[in-house]
């Protein structure tokens, strides 16, 4: 914010040091002109902050209950619109029973390869999230 200050007040005193050979007229035009730049700065400006918000990591939250893990674990920061996966994975004698995403059951989806694991791809990334796992024992012989 600095910097558009410094760039109004570099242009306001270019523009009046100009002024003692001026008339009236070509003083108000001028401020009109300033006036103009100022407004065309702030517009940049905000636009600047809307690409920012946009395109700023997006954080996804993960965590494991008592009888297995979840990889990646704690805060990941991803990039907007990637499409990461987490994959929830029992210990011996347990099994998944749950996988909440943003506080909402999406099931214990078993992972087509391994007997005790669940995975879970979050798409097109555009907020924060939270993802937690939640395991039982596993009464399977």
Request: aromatic share 8%; charged share 15%.
């Amino acid at each position: 914010m600095n910097a558009v200050k410094t760039v109004v007040v570099v242009l306001v005193a270019g523009a009046l040091a100009g002024i003692g050979t001026l008339g009236c007229n070509t003083f108000k035009g001028v401020g009109r002109d300033i006036q103009g730049v100022g407004r065309g700065i702030q517009n940049a400006v905000e636009k600047a902050q809307r690409w920012n918000e946009h395109h700023r990591l997006k954080r996804i939250t993960a965590s494991a209950g008592v009888g297995g893990t979840i990889s990646p674990s704690g805060l990941t920061s991803v990039p907007p619109g990637s499409s990461p996966t987490f994959t929830a994975t029992a210990n011996a004698g347990y099994r998944v029973a749950d996988v909440l995403v943003d506080g909402r059951s999406v099931g214990a989806f078993p992972d087509l390869y391994h007997d005790n694991a669940s995975s879970y791809t979050f798409y097109d990334i555009t907020r924060h999230h939270t993802i937690s796992a939640s395991f039982e024992v596993n009464e399977r012989r």
